[in-house]
Every structure is written in C-alpha cells, then in structure tokens.
C-alpha cells in the first residue's frame, strides 16, 4: 500500500512540476509579447467563448497539456495591460517582485484569514500594512485589511463607518439591524467614484438617500457648498466621503479646509484614495493630500498604483475597535488571537493578496516608491505636453497627477479617435464623459510605461488625427 501510495504521488508531482513549467512558459512567452502585440484584444467575448467552449468532456486531460493548450488559446483574447502603452481605467501593471510573489502565494495555498494558522502571510500583510500607512502619512496604529480592491474597500470602510456612526448614536447594528435606526446622513461629492454608490448600496442606502456636494470644474469638492449642506440637512450619524484623485482629472478634494467641516459636524470622513493616496510617497506631490490624515478611514489600491497583481486593494481605519466592532463574528472554531485579518474585512477564507504588495514594497524601497510614482506624473505631463501640439487636440484637465483628459473637436471626433486607436494597437486608453460631452483619457499607472512609450502613443496619435501628415 505504501509503496502504491508513495508511486503515484511522484506521479502527480510530476505532473505538478510539468504544468508549472507550461505556466512559466506560457507566462513569459506573453510577457515577451508586450513590446509589440497590440495593446487592445485582437478577440471578442463571443470569440473566446467560441475558442474555449463546448461541453465539458468526459475524459480528464493531463495538466501540463491543460495549461499550455489554454496559454496559446487565450492569445487573441488577453489585452496588454502589463505592458508600457495601457492606459485605460486607472489600472496598473505588475512589478517583477510582485508577480513572482503571486506565484509563491498560490503555490503555498494559505487560507490568510486568521494569524494562528497562517503566521507567515499574516506577518508579511501585517507588515506590508504598516509600511504602506508609514509611506502615505496615515496613523501607524490603523487596521488595514487587505480586500479585492477599492470597490470593497470602500464598502468595508463604509460598513464600518455606519456601525460606528450608529454605535455614537446608542444604536447597535449588529444586534439591532438597520431597519428603526436613526436616519444617516451620507454625504459625498458629485464627482465621487460610482463604487461608492454601489458601496452604499450594499450597506443599506439607497442612492435618493445620498446628500450630494456640488465640486468645481476638476471635480474637487467646494468647501462652502460641504458646510452649507452640513448646515442645511438635519444633524445626526453622518459621514461624509471624499476623494484623492478624481478618476478623469486626477483632482484632490481640498481636505485641509473640508475636514474641519465635516469634524465639526461630528461626521465619520472616509477618504477614496485608489489610486491618490500614493501621492504620498512622493515628497513633490505629498502637498496634494494635505489634511487627508486627519480622516478616519482611507481606500487604497495596490493593484493600481503600486503595481501589484490583481487583485488588492486596502481598507485602512484608524482605530481597529471600530474594524473589530463591525467585523469580527462569533464560531465556536474560529481562533481569536488578537487582531486577524478576518476581524477587519467581511471575508473569512482568502488568499494571502497582500504578500505581493510586501514584495512589491520590499523590492522598491521607500525611494523606489517615490520614484514609481513621480514617474509615473512626469510621464503624465510628457503626454500633456505632446498633445497640446497636436492641432485639434484640446487637454480639459489640470493634470496635477496621473490623468490626462482630451478632446479632438466635437464628441464624434472625439469617440472615433477613441476607437481608432484602439484598432490601431499602438496604445490603449478610455473613453469617458465629462461636463456632458465626450472625452478621452489616459491614466498613467504602470512601472513599465517609459519616456518611449509616451512618445510612440503620441506619434500614434497624431497620425491618427491626421492621417495623410
Ligand atoms: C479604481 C477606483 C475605484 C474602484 O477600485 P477597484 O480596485 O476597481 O475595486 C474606486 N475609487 C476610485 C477613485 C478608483 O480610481
């Protein structure tokens, strides 16, 4: 029986040590591809369907043959966003110490909920935490939960900013739910991210609910309109959310003026910062985020800006009970040993997502940070420069960090060029509108995008404006 045993687990190790090496292959002969595939999917959703679908046969495959049989098929479908010319959304590439710290964390297979079972993934997160508030000026004592992004991150923030809002309140939501609670007033600026909709959604407020805050012409909140609201809506458990980096323009809310305001309102102030809050790295652009510390809670990518794989995103709170009172559950065969991963974050089994991020950190050092992030704002302003020399193209932004918006005459031009040079592959960017007419825009969030890559998107584009120069 041993021996039976012991045969066929080299048997299976060997198939273990053959499909790694598909995937390793695989992995590199995409990354190889970068410099000149095109940017955009050559495929659709329906062709990938029609590539990978069909019933699931009956027989098995070996692994190896699954692995390598899927990098080659999943080709025309995979769009080049670890690459130096991706552009869209706000998304970020992948740092080399960071991807290959994936691997490790999915080959080690840590359930990372809980320090009593997995100490290793928990230290590194704990750590990887406490170095990320360090960089960015946030309290050192903060919890920081390591979720799938921003968009959960804003919900777990805002989750634990209702309980405690409510707590202040004599109400207890754990026990009594939300229904008979006291009404809460949610503010947060017109320009705000749409995950924070959805984010209050999930929390039980419904956008009618939501007090809205006019902003000025880049989407930062304006200070008087905050205390008129305030002022002019009934007082009561309330928070309001503001933002560090507007996704079009980049914007800062002006915190050193607006936090006073919601303090003396006795307002929880929960701050969007996915991409923003990393401006604190940088000692040229920290001036941005001047007053975001005094808030109580932040949301941040590592995903974005700090290149790290998908997925990870942080939820940062200043004072754990507040985490703990939200999140951490009762279960006889839970293990409490002070402050776990699944008392900050509604989730219980999940992979170690912030190792990457303590690789990532480790392997830049705090001036690698600084230096990722400047770059990645000096190449934002490189392209703003290159496209305002090319006629027609009009820059509707300020571009004090990584956004560059555009317009090419009216929104038709404006979309074609938009879908032009998608076909056309050199780069990738997004559409988008602003004040009601169409738009373009570039975020600058990769470690991989160099001075070159800046120069061949504007070649490219200029071409594309006109064709026959
Ligand atoms: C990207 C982004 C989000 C959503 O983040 P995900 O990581 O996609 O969940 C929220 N807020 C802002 C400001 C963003 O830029």
């Known amino acids: 029986m041993y021996h039976r045993a012991q045969a066929r687990t080299l048997l299976y190790m060997d198939e273990r040590q053959r499909a790694l090496d598909a995937a390793h292959r695989g992995a590199t002969a995409f990354l190889e591809s970068l410099e000149d595939r095109p940017v955009w999917p050559r495929a659709d959703l329906a062709e990938m369907l029609d590539v990978f679908g069909g019933e699931l046969p009956d027989e098995g495959m070996d692994a190896a043959a699954v692995v390598a049989d899927l990098a080659e098929r999943a080709e025309p479908g995979l769009v080049a966003i670890p690459g130096g010319r991706f552009f869209g959304f706000v998304i970020g590439g992948t740092l080399p110490a960071a991807l290959a710290t994936d691997w490790l964390v999915s080959a080690w297979d840590q359930n990372s909920g809980s320090s009593t079972l997995t100490p290793t993934t928990v230290a590194l997160e704990r750590i990887a935490g406490a170095w990320v508030c360090d960089l960015l000026g946030l309290p050192a004592a903060a919890s920081v939960g390591f979720v799938t992004g921003a968009q959960v991150s804003n919900f777990t923030c805002l989750a634990v900013a209702q309980h405690a809002v409510m707590r202040r309140a004599g109400w207890d939501l754990t026990t009594q739910g939300l229904r008979g609670a006291p009404p809460l007033r949610f503010v947060v600026g017109e320009h705000r991210h749409g995950s924070i909709d959805r984010a209050a959604r999930f929390i039980g407020i419904g956008t009618d609910e939501l007090v809205i805050v006019p902003t000025d012409g880049e989407g930062r909140m304006i200070p008087d309109a905050l205390a008129a609201t305030l002022d002019g809506t009934p007082s009561g ?197 602003w004040d009601g007419r169409a738009a373009l825009r570039c975020s600058m969030s990769s470690w991989a995008t160099t001075e070159a890559d800046v120069d061949a998107t504007l070649g490219a584009i200029a071409r594309l404006v006109s064709p026959g120069s």
């Open 237 to 433: 458990p309330t928070i309001v959310c503001l933002q560090a980096g507007e996704v079009h323009t980049g914007a800062f809310d002006p915190f050193t003026e607006l936090t006073p305001i919601a303090r003396a309102h006795g307002a929880w102030i929960h701050v969007d910062g996915a991409f923003g809050l990393w401006a604190g790295a940088s000692q040229r652009l920290r001036h941005l985020l001047d007053g975001a510390a005094d808030a109580d809670s932040w949301t941040t990518d590592a995903h974005k800006t700090l290149n790290v794989p998908y997925d990870c995103g942080m939820a940062i709170v200043r004072d754990p009970a507040d985490s703990i009172a939200m999140f951490r559950t009762g279960g006889d065969y839970l293990m409490y040993t002070g402050l776990d991963p699944w008392d900050v974050t509604p989730e219980l089994s999940r992979r170690g997502r912030g190792v990457p991020a303590w690789a990532a950190l480790r392997s830049l050092g705090r001036g690698g940070v600084a230096a990722l992030v400047e770059r990645m704002h000096d190449n934002a302003l490189r392209l703003e420069a290159g496209l305002r020399t090319i006629p027609g193209i009009e820059v509707i932004n300020e571009v004090p960090y990584t956004q560059v918006m555009f317009r090419l005459g009216d929104d038709d031009a404006t979309r074609a060029l938009g879908a032009s040079i998608l076909r056309d592959g050199t780069a990738a960017l997004t559409g988008a509108e």
